[in-house]
């Protein structure tokens, strides 16, 4: 059966990253290696994961999600790549539901849906725009647009290489999944995030966010008039 490489880009993830990784131990069939891209942070990240037992990869400068994806991608063994974010916690190994419907061939990529309350605390404009923007270029519709919890084999993976900067990767990754043909699944989960909260800090994420998955939208629709 096809091994799992979990893949996790993590930025300053000190208080969430070994929760993160003792939940995946063991609550994932299959799995070969847990694979930490430590994104340029500044605290003990990458000392931290590699304590709990992961491969880590060290980035001198932060390049973003998709940029320390994109990095990270000649250094993934298993067949089967599972995306994760760093901050799950002891949820983390809900995430072995995503895995199904690839290794059953049900599905290409398969995306995580959180449950009320699980996901975000803001005010759902970058996700409006996301799937409005999805709709207008793909004509299709998804409900998780902005999941960074993602399964696929490493040969879909590489086919979106290299994968948009920061923020804008799920976005840019699910309309190329769509113009590309895949069948794309969302998956109800357990998982439980710790976003951002309404603060100053808060709001300048969701604005970086915000420009990041605009300017991905902008240039997918470019590429498409041309």
């Given at each position: 059966?096809?091994?799992i490489?979990?893949?996790?880009?993590?930025?300053?993830?000190?208080?969430?990253?070994?929760?993160?990784?003792?939940?995946l131990?063991?609550?994932?069939?299959?799995?070969?290696?847990?694979?930490?891209?430590?994104?340029?942070?500044?605290?003990?990240?990458?000392l931290?994961?590699?304590?709990?037992?992961?491969?880590?990869?060290?980035l001198?400068?932060?390049?973003?999600k998709?940029?320390?994806?994109?990095?990270?991608f000649p250094?993934?063994?298993?067949?089967?790549?599972?995306?994760?974010?760093?901050?799950?916690?002891?949820?983390?190994?809900?995430a072995?539901?995503?895995?199904?419907?690839?290794l059953?061939g049900?599905?290409?990529i398969?995306?995580a849906?959180?449950?009320?309350?699980?996901?975000?605390?803001?005010?759902?404009?970058?996700?409006?725009?996301?799937?409005?923007?999805?709709?207008?270029?793909?004509?299709?519709?998804?409900?998780?647009?902005?999941?960074?919890?993602?399964?696929?084999?490493?040969?879909?993976?590489?086919?979106?290489?290299?994968?948009?900067?920061?923020?804008g990767?799920?976005?840019?990754?699910?309309?190329?999944?769509?113009?590309?043909?895949?069948?794309?699944?969302?998956?109800?989960?357990?998982?439980?995030?710790?976003?951002?909260?309404r603060?100053?800090?808060?709001?300048?994420?969701?604005?970086?966010q915000?420009?990041?998955?605009?300017?991905?939208?902008?240039?997918?629709?470019?590429?498409?008039?041309?």
């Amino acid at each position: 059966m096809s091994a799992i490489t979990i893949l996790i880009p993590a930025y300053n993830e000190s208080l969430h990253i070994d929760a993160t990784i003792r939940s995946l131990q063991g609550g994932i069939n299959n799995l070969r290696e847990i694979l930490v891209v430590d994104d340029g942070s500044n605290d003990d990240t990458a000392l931290i994961a590699k304590e709990e037992g992961a491969r880590v990869i060290r980035l001198d400068q932060n390049r973003g999600k998709g940029g320390a994806i994109t990095a990270a991608f000649p250094f993934v063994t298993g067949e089967i790549v599972l995306i994760l974010d760093a901050d799950l916690k002891e949820s983390a190994h809900e995430a072995k539901v995503l895995t199904g419907p690839i290794l059953a061939g049900e599905a290409d990529i398969t995306i995580a849906k959180f449950l009320p309350g699980r996901g975000g605390r803001g005010f759902g404009m970058a996700k409006k725009t996301a799937c409005l923007g999805l709709k207008a270029l793909t004509g299709k519709s998804i409900s998780s647009p902005l999941s960074g919890q993602r399964c696929m084999r490493k040969e879909v993976l590489a086919s979106f290489l290299p994968l948009p900067p920061r923020f804008g990767m799920e976005v840019g990754m699910t309309i190329d999944a769509f113009s590309k043909g895949y069948r794309v699944l969302e998956v109800e989960t357990l998982l439980k995030h710790c976003p951002p909260g309404r603060d100053w800090t808060g709001f300048l994420h969701r604005g970086r966010q915000f420009y990041d998955i605009c300017a991905v939208l902008g240039s997918r629709a470019w590429r498409c008039c041309r």
